[in-house]
């Protein structure tokens, strides 16, 4: 009786995440991740989208969502060095396990080597656990023996050295594809290509953007102080706050009542590149999912408008929705695709400002997205290269005389970034890159000798950014 009102009390609640299952079943944490991962390898699925939609449909305690999210993470944050110390333990070659199996064991290794937190025993435990409920039974016994193996010894594993192989370097130690190591290495040299990447695994704060029109920055810093201990000024964002890694800020009360924008002090500063002027008419042509959209808007004000294009019409409705909780009515929508003419949303006359934020490999962004290093194939930036010139020289065409026009990526190749606007310069002769000295003040210590600004998160704790300011002359 006792243990049927115990049973009872407990039903429809989620079990604790710590120790093992004494059913043989996985902990729900670590089954989620794997099913994640698997979604992110086998799919293609974006792993921020995947973990939200598996975590909105979980019961996990606020601290198993923490552990699930740190587990896909991390994963894929270091998923080549873990492929680099599971090849020494294994008997056969890495690239030959089926996908299921490489994650299991990408996820158990995770456990081993990068957290504290998990004893060994539980991390190879657990592992076997979410094989046997993901329908990988046979190969359990290589998941035990290989992760076993593994704890026993991956302290003794040494990696390569960047001064005496700094592919291997960046490849084995951090976590890069070889493809990706050896363009930075190319572009940046081995000293600098080393401390790009290892910023790029670091876990960055989230940054915000202070809404004008319901507070200034210092006012909410006080108010969100006592909630997020971490709160401080960006450096170089006029409106910028870095919220830190505590607390959820997107459940704030500041933020559902419109008082800030999580967005990040790179971004932020593409759109003070930008310049916009109150009552000025802007076009935002790839403006989804609206974070610059809204910025632009809370510059130019009610009498100005932003104009506010992109071709996926359900991120589309996401730019609407911040507008309203944001309090802005100067923000009008249209489903496009900027690959096409824009003839149609100059026909009110050509736009003061432009800003062009190029779909790209986003190679820039890998502190907040591990995936993307792993999804981006060698030929993107170059087959991207080819839509970005397509998109800006649409763009172009709807600019008025004496008018700016931002281009901006958040990747760090040149193929997708300078050579863009060589190409487009070499063939445009209305337009010409605005030098240094007249970007504006936010931004003007990261604006080059040759006009480009550029952000990195080795040099500005930011999202990697490049961006050039053209005008149209007459």
């Known amino acids: ?54 975590l909105r449909r979980s019961r996990l305690t606020p601290a198993d969502r923490a552990l699930a999210t740190e587990l896909v993470y991390g994963t894929l944050r270091w998923r080549g060095r873990l492929d680099f110390l599971l090849s020494r333990v294994l008997e056969r070659n890495f690239d030959t396990l089926e996908p299921l199996v490489a994650t299991l064991l990408r996820v158990g290794a995770y456990q081993l080597v990068f957290t504290g937190s998990v004893p060994d025993s539980a ?10 409920a993901v329908g990988a039974e046979r190969a359990t016994g290589l998941v035990n023996g290989v992760l076993r193996r593994l704890a026993r010894i991956h302290t003794k594993i040494p990696l390569p050295g960047l001064r005496e192989d700094p592919l291997g370097h960046l490849t084995a130690a951090l976590s890069l594809p070889s493809w990706i190591a050896e363009r930075w290495l190319e572009i940046f040299g081995a000293e600098e290509a080393a401390l790009l990447a290892k910023a790029s695994n670091s876990v960055p704060p ?39 890694h505590r607390g959820h800020p997107a459940h704030d009360p500041a933020f559902l009542a419109g008082h800030f924008t999580i967005q990040d002090e ?81 026909a009110r006359g050509a736009f ?11 190679l820039g962004t890998l502190r907040r997205n591990p995936d993307a290093r792993w999804r981006v194939r060698p030929g993107d930036p170059q087959r991207l290269a080819e839509t970005q010139k397509a998109i800006l020289r649409n763009a172009a065409a709807a600019l008025r005389p004496g008018g700016v026009l931002v281009y901006s990526t958040c ?12 190409s487009f310069l070499s063939e445009t002769r209305n337009f010409r890159l605005l030098p240094g000295d ?37």
Do not use: W
Not at 284 to 313: F, H, Q, S, W, Y
Not at 411 to 422: C, D, G
């Open 438 to 474: 007249t970007a504006p003040e936010p931004t003007r210590t990261l604006v080059g000798a040759d006009g480009f600004l550029r952000c990195f998160p080795h040099l500005h704790d930011s999202d990697g950014f490049f961006a050039a300011r053209l005008e149209r002359h007459p």
């Open 123 to 132: 991390a190879v435990d657990q592992t076997v656990r979410c094989a046997r």
């Open 206 to 244: 989230l940054t915000a953007r202070a809404n004008p029109l319901r507070n200034s920055r210092e006012t909410l810093i006080d108010e969100l102080a006592p909630r997020l201990p971490d709160v401080r000024p960006c450096k170089l964002a006029p409106r910028g706050l870095v919220l830190g």
């Open 1 to 54: 009786m006792l243990e049927a009102k115990r049973q009872r009390r407990h039903r429809g609640r989620p079990r604790s995440e710590v120790g093992p299952r004494r059913n043989g079943t996985p902990t729900q944490t670590r089954l989620l991740a794997v099913r994640v991962l698997e979604r992110v390898e086998r799919a293609g699925a974006y792993a921020d989208l995947a973990l939200h939609a598996a």
């Open 411 to 422: 990747t760090v190749l040149p193929e997708e970034n300078e050579k863009v606007i060589e």
């Open 352 to 362: 003061d400002r432009i800003l062009v934020d190029a779909p790209c490999s986003g």
């Open 266 to 346: 790179a971004s932020q500063l593409i759109v003070s590149f930008l310049e916009p002027k109150p009552a000025e008419r802007i076009l935002d042509v790839c403006a989804a999912p609206g974070t610059k959209t809204t910025a632009i808007a809370e510059e130019i004000g009610d009498a100005g408008e932003v104009v506010a294009l992109d071709r996926n019409v359900r991120r589309l409705r996401l730019v609407g929705r911040d507008a309203r909780r944001l309090g802005l009515a100067n923000i009008t929508t249209s489903e496009h695709d900027a690959m096409r003419t824009l003839r149609g949303f100059s």
